[in-house]
């Protein structure tokens, strides 16, 4: 625009020069200098600052780019946090949730290894107690086993004594067997079994002369056993006592005849009279049939039961 200018100015120059004095023309001259020489000054300023603007659109360029980019980062982490926020929310619910439910578990387990503990510190005092009452037991056990020893002891040694009992009257008895006399030896008693035949006459207490030999045979040998209790039962078939006098049954009669052995038994000062024992049985013990003579015969009998004393035994057992 300026050098437009500056042509037209030098052109009407040239049409003034034509017709004006030299004087004006050196002025014109002069600022045409002046005017070009500003020219030039405007043009290297104009190149300047041409290059200036280039260099600042490449700058803005540049920088355009970089903002840019920038952004495109910025955008980009703003997505990553977005999804590292939104992660990191799914990780602490998770956390949250893993939390309350640990400590739920937690405190469960607690309280099962509370109630565990209470059951087994129970259990430890029940089986402290369940060993104390053994304990008792077993010594209880211990007591009883050297007691029950010591009855057994005891009823061997009384065994034996019968046993060497029964051979004795056996032996003192031997004339009488096959006469209706037996010697047994039954649950650590002796049975003297001896049949009517052998001692009365029908209906009659009175013993007749074997019999009271056979009594006495046997007192003999009671005599040499003081501990040895004596009990003698009568025994009847069961046809009725028909006989007269004071005696009105088998059960009378039964008893007479008892007490008839124990007085020939008392004839030996040696034998103490507490430990005989007279009993009448009448015809309800019998040992056979009534419906034979045979069988009859059998149950018209006197039994002697000869029993040891059990005083040893008694103080063990009331020991217990």
């Not at 290297?44 to 970089?66: F, I, P, R, V, W």
Request: with cysteine.
């Amino acid at each position: 625009m300026k050098i437009k200018q500056i042509a037209l100015l030098i052109v009407g120059l040239v049409l003034v020069t034509s017709c004006v004095s030299p004087k004006v023309y050196k002025d014109l001259e002069s600022k045409y200098a002046t005017l070009k020489q500003e020219n030039r000054k405007l043009s290297k300023d104009n190149e300047s600052l041409l290059a200036g603007k280039t260099a600042a659109e490449n700058e803005l360029k540049q920088l355009q780019a970089a903002y840019d980019e920038a952004v495109a980062e910025r955008d980009q982490l703003r997505s990553d946090y977005a999804a590292t926020k939104s992660n990191l929310d799914n990780l602490k619910a998770s956390y949250a949730a893993l939390e309350k439910n640990s400590s739920a578990a937690i405190a469960k387990n607690s309280q099962k290894n509370r109630e565990l503990l209470a059951q087994l510190e129970a259990k430890e005092q029940a089986l402290a107690a369940e060993n104390e009452r053994l304990e008792k037991l077993k010594k209880a056990l211990e007591e009883r086993s050297n007691r029950i020893a010591e009855l057994e002891n005891v009823i061997a040694t009384k065994d034996a004594a019968m046993t060497q009992l029964k051979n004795a009257i056996s032996r003192a008895l031997t004339d009488f067997e096959g006469k209706g006399l037996t010697v047994e030896q039954r649950g650590g008693k002796v049975y003297v079994s001896m049949e009517n035949k052998l001692l009365f006459q029908s209906g009659s207490w009175a013993v007749n002369a074997d019999g009271k030999t056979a009594v006495r045979s046997l007192g003999n040998v009671l005599a040499e056993n003081p501990d040895i209790a004596v009990l003698i039962e009568g025994h009847t078939d069961n046809v009725p006592y028909s006989g007269n006098g004071a005696l009105t049954s088998n059960w009378d009669l039964s008893t007479k005849r008892a007490t008839a052995i124990v007085n020939i038994l008392r004839e030996n000062t040696a034998i103490n009279p507490e430990n005989l024992t007279a009993a009448g049985r009448g015809e309800y013990a019998p040992i056979a049939s009534n419906t034979t003579e045979e069988g009859k015969a059998k149950n018209r009998r006197i039994e002697v039961i000869l029993t040891p004393k059990l005083d040893e035994l008694s103080r063990l057992l009331n020991e217990q």
